[in-house]
């Protein structure tokens, strides 16, 4: 997809079209339309909880199969 998809630039704070990206470095995505970028740092942190929330069951599922 390069080239392709909406960015959010941490560095700039900003949303950037597909032809005026900052470097990967500094950026989030690529998303499919200006309004999930624009949502980019939610969206990021929404999937970080999922992510810790499933990590945590993973754990206490693993915990009670070893017992």
């Not at 949502?39 to 199969?65: K, P, V």
């Amino acid at each position: 997809m390069s080239g392709k998809g909406w960015y959010f630039c941490l560095k700039h704070r900003r949303v950037e079209a597909p032809e005026e990206v900052c470097r990967a470095l500094n950026r989030l995505g690529p998303y499919g339309d200006r309004v999930s970028a624009e949502n980019a740092l939610d969206i990021a942190h929404r999937r970080t909880e999922e992510a810790d929330e499933a990590d945590r069951r993973w754990g206490e599922g693993s915990g009670a199969a070893e017992s």
